[in-house]
């Protein structure tokens, strides 16, 4: 799989795209539509650059979401495999995608609530001052 690691520019994340120089000839055409997956799976919808090739514009909630910052490491990947999809991986760690699951959606969710019983603090306070902080056992 082709794939570069680079460090973002100011650029990159004030105005929500990511340059690919490295991977030109395994992207998309220009104008065409590309999906980028995230570390987390999440998927963001772009499309390439008109005139750019190896500019992938409209990734501004990709920056929100993972908290760019100019200076960070990334991974970007290509599967020649799945055209249309780069992968995009934030930070110097790497997690491989799983090859031994076939649907990657999020599993359903289940309600839990948790009830804690609250002490008192004004009691306890209470009761520490009366006893001048001194332990009663």
Same mark, same amino acid.
């Given at each position: ?53 190896? *500019?992938?514009?409209? =990734?501004? #909630? &990709?920056?929100?979401?993972? +908290?760019? /910052?100019?200076?960070?490491?990334? @991974? ?20 491989? *995608?799983?090859?031994? =699951?076939? #649907? &990657?959606?999020?599993?359903? +969710?289940? /309600?839990?609530?948790?009830?804690? @019983? ?20």
């Amino acid at each position: 799989m082709p794939k570069m690691k680079r460090k973002l520019t100011p650029s990159e994340v004030k105005y929500g795209y990511l340059y690919a120089s490295e991977l030109k000839g395994s992207l998309p055409e220009p104008s065409a539509p590309v999906t980028i997956v995230d570390s987390d799976g999440q998927r963001f919808g772009s499309k390439m650059h008109r005139a750019q090739k190896g *500019r992938i514009d409209g =990734l501004t #909630d &990709l920056h929100h979401k993972n +908290r760019s /910052r100019a200076g960070e490491t990334i @991974i970007i990947e290509v599967n020649p495999e799945e055209k249309g999809i780069v992968y995009v991986h934030f930070g110097n760690v790497h997690t491989p *995608r799983a090859v031994d =699951l076939e #649907d &990657l959606s999020q599993p359903a +969710r289940v /309600r839990q609530e948790t009830y804690r @019983i609250l002490r008192d603090t004004a009691l306890a306070r209470a009761a520490k001052e009366s006893h001048q902080y001194r332990c009663q056992i």
